[in-house]
């Protein structure tokens, strides 16, 4: 079903844990030329690329802080110069500065988690538009969160708003790059049992998922595999959508 995707140029941000590594080892093992995006965790993301490259896929990393606009700036274009072109581009990076009650919120945390959340997917997608609008089209996929449908907590306001507009630049640029067969689409993830919670002070999830319908925490592998979906041909008639991966939430 999805073996049209071997041999696609694929980069995803944020890839060397959680999520993003298990949708690129799972894009990877379907035979595409993977880029390994990572800030600082340079044993996951080396972990990643010898896992695809043992598989039928091709993998390289590519370090950098998207919050500089240097990194942003090159990311694209070092991956096109390693493989030549692009043809998906999964904006997975993200996380939250300063998880703090808004009432204590500084300005720095919350420019930071706008930057890494919203600006940085949107600045990395027009990017690419060009080499992709060269080879006939290619896909954008925005990992997005629940938290943009409810605000956020008190301590994560901030995320929840850089997700909120993250969508909004999912729906404006899959608007400005339907000319070129460029599809852009959101993948919602709900509570997903990742590092993320720890990384915010969230040592105890049982009263958040009490307030999730089917009562447990989703799996990386659960959002993998709806990217998985809309990278493929499955999704080829697809463009400006936010799918919800939330377990009902």
Same mark, same amino acid.
Request: net charge negative; proline share 1%.
């Given at each position: 079903m999805f073996e049209d995707l071997k041999e696609k140029r694929i980069l995803v941000t944020g890839a060397s844990s959680g999520?993003?590594?298990?949708? !690129? #080892?799972?894009?990877? @093992? $379907?035979?595409? @030329?993977?880029?390994?995006h990572y800030q600082s965790n340079k044993k996951g993301a080396t972990d990643i690329v010898s896992s695809i490259n043992k598989q039928r896929g091709k993998a390289k990393a590519f370090p950098g802080d998207l919050l500089l606009t240097s990194v942003r700036t090159n990311l694209i274009k070092s991956f096109v110069d !390693?493989?030549? /072109?692009?043809?998906?581009?999964?904006?997975? !990076?993200?996380?939250?500065?300063?998880?703090?009650?808004?009432?204590?919120? #500084?300005e720095e945390s919350w420019d930071n988690t706008m930057a890494l959340n919203a600006k940085a997917p949107f600045f990395l997608a027009r990017a690419a538009f060009a080499p992709m609008k060269e080879h006939?089209?290619?896909?954008?996929?925005?990992? @997005?969160?629940?938290?943009?449908? $409810?605000?956020g907590s008190p301590q994560t306001l901030h995320y929840g708003a850089a997700k909120a507009a993250l969508d909004a630049i999912t729906v404006g640029l899959a608007r400005a790059g339907a000319q070129y067969n460029i599809l852009v689409n959101s993948v919602r993830g709900g509570v997903v049992d990742t590092p993320f919670h720890q990384k915010i002070g969230r040592s105890n999830l049982d009263s958040r998922l009490k307030l999730v319908p089917l009562k447990r925490a989703g799996q990386?592998?659960?959002?993998?595999?709806?990217?998985?979906?809309?990278?493929?041909?499955?999704?080829? $008639?697809?463009?400006?959508?936010?799918?919800?991966?939330? /377990?009902?939430?």
């Open positions: 999520i993003g590594a298990c949708l !690129a #080892d799972l894009l990877g @093992s $379907y035979g595409a @030329s993977v880029g390994i !390693a493989f030549g /072109g692009i043809d998906v581009l999964v904006n997975n !990076a993200g996380g939250v500065y300063g998880a703090k009650h808004l009432l204590e919120l #500084d006939g089209g290619g896909k954008i996929i925005n990992i @997005s969160s629940v938290s943009a449908k $409810y605000g990386p592998l659960d959002i993998a595999r709806m990217v998985l979906f809309l990278a493929s041909s499955t999704g080829d $008639y697809i463009t400006g959508e936010i799918f919800t991966v939330a /377990g009902g939430d």
